[in-house]
């Protein structure tokens, strides 16, 4: 029973896709639309093995089983009360058999899993450096927003063990960071190959960038039209629409 698998203070929401399920806490932490932007950005073949960097609820990990025919679908988050929220969620979804959470480090990420382990690797990690924009006390979701535990070095250092020759990482972030974000891939042999940027409106700045890197890739990068998200105040585009599912 659904009842069974939520904690006081969680709720259980509809994910608008093939009945999927997803429990959350907002005193924790809640999925917003960078991490639905990134399951729908990113390319699994089928048969492939995916790994999700620091998957807080599970949201990329349970989005991906419905929209690609990966074999099998991996999340590792460092934080206990997360990885049991998530093991939970995979369970009230019956997809044990296909998807895993693990609890552990991205910074020992290739330790865990193994060197050259899977197909694509995705992360939708904390976009502010140390300090930066922090209020509050909430460490869940100051761990979420701010590198804390870890840098957007560590994560890319890890993708680039983690991928076999060849395979594709992909990230959602903030654009402010680009230049340091395509530096970071390309010193560790990620070579940026799709770029996307998305604008809350046609007539204000972009706020987020969608990457595709290879692994030992060759240069040359496709930037691909912007994603433009409300049509007017409240009322999303058609493709953000068809991203989420409705």
Request: charged residues 25%.
């Amino acid at each position: 029973m659904i009842t069974d698998a939520v904690r006081p203070g969680e709720r259980v929401d509809d994910l608008q896709r093939n009945g999927l399920r997803i429990i959350q806490n907002p005193k924790r932490f809640c999925f917003g639309m960078d991490a639905v932007l990134l399951s729908g950005f990113a390319r699994v073949g089928e048969g492939e093995k995916t790994l999700d960097l620091g998957t807080g609820n599970g949201i990329i990990p349970l989005l991906m089983s419905a929209k690609t025919q990966a074999a099998h679908l991996t999340g590792l988050e460092i934080q206990p009360e997360s990885v049991d929220m998530a093991r939970r969620s995979v369970a009230l979804n019956h997809l044990e058999d296909r998807i895993h959470i693990c609890e552990g480090d991205i910074k020992e990420a290739s330790r865990i899993f193994g060197v050259s382990t899977f197909d694509v690797v995705t992360c939708n990690p904390p976009y502010m450096i140390g300090q930066h924009g922090l209020t509050g006390n909430d460490r869940a979701k100051a761990i979420a927003r701010h590198e804390i535990l870890c840098t957007f070095e560590d994560v890319v250092r890890e993708a680039a063990k983690l991928l076999r020759p060849g395979g594709k990482f992909y990230l959602v972030h903030r654009p402010f960071r680009l230049a340091e974000l395509l530096c970071t891939l390309t010193a560790h042999r990620l070579e940026p190959k799709r770029m996307r940027l998305v604008y809350p409106f046609v007539d204000k700045e972009p706020n987020m960038v969608l990457l595709e890197a290879d692994r030992g890739g060759n240069p040359r990068m496709t930037v691909e039209p912007p994603l433009i998200v409300y049509r007017e105040p409240g009322v999303y585009t058609s493709e953000i629409y068809e991203v989420y599912g409705y």
